[in-house]
T-cell receptor, first 111, second 114 residues
Framework: TQLLEQSPQFLSIQEGENLTVYCNSSSVFSSLQWYRQEPGEGPVLLVTVVTGGEVKKLKRLTFQFGDARKDSSLHITAAQPGDTGLYLCAGASYNTDKLIFGTGTRLQVFP | DVKVTQSSRYLVKRTGEKVFLECVQDMDHENMFWYRQDPGLGLRLIYFSYDVKMKEKGDIPEGYSVSREKKERFSLILESASTNQTSMYLC?????????????FGPGTRLTVL
């Protein structure tokens, strides 16, 4: 079974701090997506990365796909309370036709 | 705007009851998915469907079945609910058959089985 491990599982920080969330696997993925889920809602896509080493920026969020396409990171600069939520990575596998979701990182940003 | 709706936000059922969870998408998407979400486990795929009347097992299909009689509607059925099926259930749809397609999720149904 393919696994996508995210770390940390929980993160509680003050507004203005920086943070990084990691998504790791022993499997290679053709692409990787990051979703954010707010309380009471379903996950919403933030970004898709498809090329090894690719870096994408979405305002204060920076996403990187590992060179070997086995891992990814999400860096948030100057976190704000509106960034609070559950962050999920999801990998598209070469071996199956399904998306594999990570274990999730719950972020709480306090004012 | 893309919209996926689920029939209930909260459900409480008793052990042994038959439970129906309904999902409707208004985007004419081909593919629909049912996941369950549990803390620390992320989203786990229960069943998915690439076409009307077509279904495929996901990673954890035991204790569940599905029905897709119309393109826009995908139902998840718990034939005899058990307490270990207490969870958040999320429905999603995608437009095509590529794994990198955006998954559009409904708001979820939080099911409690007593």
């Amino acid at each position: 079974t393919q696994l996508l491990e995210q770390s940390p599982q929980f993160l509680s920080i003050q507004e203005g701090e920086n943070l990084t969330v990691y998504c790791n696997s022993s499997s290679v993925f053709s692409s990787l997506q990051w979703y954010r889920q707010e309380p009471g809602e379903g996950p919403v896509l933030l970004v898709t990365v498809v090329t090894g080493g690719e870096v994408k920026k979405l305002k204060r969020l920076t996403f990187q796909f590992g060179d070997a396409r086995k891992d990814s990171s999400l860096h948030i600069t100057a976190a704000q309370p509106g960034d609070t939520g559950l962050y999920l990575c999801a990998g598209a596998s070469y071996n199956t036709d399904k998306l594999i979701f990570g274990t999730g990182t719950r972020l709480q940003v306090f004012p | 705007d893309v919209k996926v709706t689920q029939s209930s936000r909260y459900l409480v059922k008793r052990t042994g009851e038959k439970v129906f969870l309904e999902c409707v998408q208004d985007m004419d998407h081909e593919n629909m998915f049912w996941y369950r979400q549990d803390p620390g486990l992320g989203l786990r795929l229960i069943y998915f469907s690439y076409d009307v009347k077509m279904k495929e097992k996901g990673d954890i299909p035991e204790g569940y079945s599905v029905s897709r009689e119309k393109k826009e509607r995908f139902s998840l059925i718990l034939e005899s609910a058990s307490t270990n099926q207490t969870s958040m259930y999320l429905c999603a749809s995608t437009p095509g058959t590529s794994d990198s397609d955006t998954q559009y999720f409904g708001p979820g149904t939080r099911l409690t089985v007593l």
